[in-house]
């Protein structure tokens, strides 16, 4: 059974910092896309940043210069570092994963195979 597990969330104030994790169990990727969503109350699922198998990085507009996306394909992981945290910024953040070597949109949720529970991400104010 796949699973991805995300941890690191919490409470932090504006300005802060957090970092999140999200690992892989129960198959190994050959060719992993790993990306990061994020739902708040009352609003859709949106993208934050993925990782393509080829190594490139993307990230939506309000958290370039901010967040930063890596990841670890020998460990099937992926890691968010977000600065600079905004209220905003506060949500249920969501790990997705896919895997094979195709160029598909990174954007799209309806296009990854698999997903963690979510971890909860507050700023204050």
């Known amino acids: 059974q796949v699973r991805l597990v995300e941890s690191g969330g919490g409470v932090v104030q504006a300005g802060g910092s957090l970092g999140l994790s999200c690992v892989v169990s129960?198959?190994?990727?050959?060719?992993?896309?790993m990306g990061w969503f994020r739902q708040a109350p009352g609003k859709e699922r949106e993208f934050v940043a993925a990782?393509?198998?080829?190594?490139?990085?993307y990230s939506t507009d309000s958290v370039k210069g901010r967040f930063t996306i890596s990841g670890h394909s020998g460990a099937n992981a992926v890691y968010l570092q977000m600065n600079s945290l905004r209220p905003e910024d506060t949500a249920v953040y969501y790990c997705?994963?896919?895997?094979?070597?195709?160029?598909?949109?990174?954007?799209?949720?309806?296009?990854?195979?698999?997903w963690g529970q979510g971890t909860q991400v507050t700023v204050s104010s």
């Open positions: 997705a994963a896919r895997d094979g070597q195709t160029f598909r949109s990174v954007y799209a949720r309806g296009l990854y195979d698999y």
């Open positions: 129960g198959v190994t990727f050959s060719s992993p896309t």
């Open positions: 990782i393509t198998w080829r190594g490139e990085t």
